[in-house]
């Protein structure tokens, strides 16, 4: 089985962790300071802040920003879920908007139109690991004086216009998750150039606790979203290996671009630098294509079959101008292309994608 994605975990994390384990100190500690001073020179930001997943980072990164109820935050439809659930976790109301059909990433062209006097911020998902269209949408933000929060939790890498996707926006927000380009088991991370968001996400995360002499003392409603030294250990070791590992991802993704031929490859911004999360074909086809992957033993994965506006509980979020999202959830198949795969793996891949009818 050639499996759609796969952890590489070495050595060095196994030492790293033992290391924790072996100190006593297993909660968040010094080694989650490290992690975070080292991602936030990774991204380029001032400031990171780790948290137990990427959703718990959405969550922060938005109440950081101050979204309330009844806030509304433009988000695509073609996303996970955790980008839409995020908002609804502060009360605020996700307005979605319909994605470009070759970069599966917000169109900037129809975000302004959904801009109102309650539009608190937009949430650009860089997905599958290729940079939103920032320019354009900064642009839009500044304009109507909205927030940017960047769902980066695919984009560990990724690039545009020459700086860091993690850089962008009021705030970005990434996940740790094991199939990620890098991996803390489970965790996330949110990073920023403002002091005063960095503050209060802080304190968010750690039940509203305040810089006081004795530390039990609590501002605001909080919650418990910190990450462990053991996550932080495993996350060092991973940052060091994350550039060599997104290159591997794009060697293999060159080789598909060069030899797939009855399947539509992912299409690239020009200003942008793709980190390959997933490497993410459109095919009419696809019954017949995933029937042929299943059959030899490839993995795949269907991300996402259905866009967010159209689960029970974002129905009453729908319009009619979704119509990408929609026609993306009936055509998208990402196949593997992480580091672990031989060249033997990517030749069968693309033997059996182009011997499909």
């Keep these: 089985m050639i499996p759609i994605a796969k952890p590489l975990i070495g050595d060095e994390e196994k030492t790293a962790v033992m290391n924790v384990l072996n100190s006593g100190m297993l909660a968040s500690g010094p080694r989650t300071e490290e992690f975070e001073k080292k991602f936030a020179e990774y991204v380029g930001t001032k400031y990171a802040i780790a948290t137990t997943s990427g959703t718990t980072a959405l969550h922060l990164g938005l109440l950081g920003l101050g979204v309330t109820k009844h806030d509304e935050v433009i988000l695509p439809s073609f996303s996970f879920i955790a980008t839409a659930n995020a908002v609804l976790f502060c009360d605020a109301v996700p307005v979605f908007c319909d994605v470009d059909p070759r970069t ?27 940079a939103a269209d920032m320019n354009p949408i900064q642009e839009i933000a500044q304009k109507h004086s909205v927030h940017i929060i960047g769902d980066a939790c695919q984009a560990h890498g990724a690039v545009y216009d020459g700086k860091m996707v993690g850089s962008f926006g009021d705030v970005e927000c990434f996940s740790f998750y094991p199939t990620k380009n890098m991996t803390t088991g489970e965790g996330g991370m949110v990073t920023t150039n403002n002091q005063e968001v960095a503050e209060l996400i802080i304190s968010l995360r750690n039940h509203g606790r305040e810089k006081t002499k004795w530390g039990y003392e609590h ?37 598909f671009d060069a030899h797939l031929k009855t399947v539509e490859i992912p299409y690239v911004l020009p200003k942008a630098t793709h980190a390959y999360h997933q490497y993410t074909i459109k095919s009419k086809n ?9 059959k030899n033993e490839i993995g795949f994965g269907i991300y996402y079959p259905q866009p967010l506006h159209t689960y029970k509980h974002l129905k009453k979020y729908a319009h009619d101008d979704l119509k990408n999202s929609e026609t993306l959830g009936n055509e998208v ?17 693309v033997k059996v994608i182009n011997a499909t009818i």
Excluded: C, W
């Excluded at 605001?220 to 996350?235: C, E, F, P, S």
């Design 219 to 255: 501002g605001r409603l909080g919650y418990n979203y910190r990450m462990t030294d053991i996550g932080a250990a495993i996350g060092l070791e991973q940052l060091k290996k994350l550039p060599k590992n997104i290159q591997m991802r794009q060697k293999n993704a060159a080789y």
């Design 286 to 294: 696809r019954d017949a294509l995933t029937a042929s992957l299943k």
């Design 104 to 130: 599966f990433n917000l169109a900037p062209e129809k975000i302004e139109k959904l801009i109102t006097k309650k539009t608190k911020a937009i949430m650009p998902v860089h997905l599958y690991g290729q």
């Design 333 to 349: 198949v990402s196949l593997p292309v992480h580091p672990a795969l031989s060249s033997q793996d990517i030749d069968t891949i």
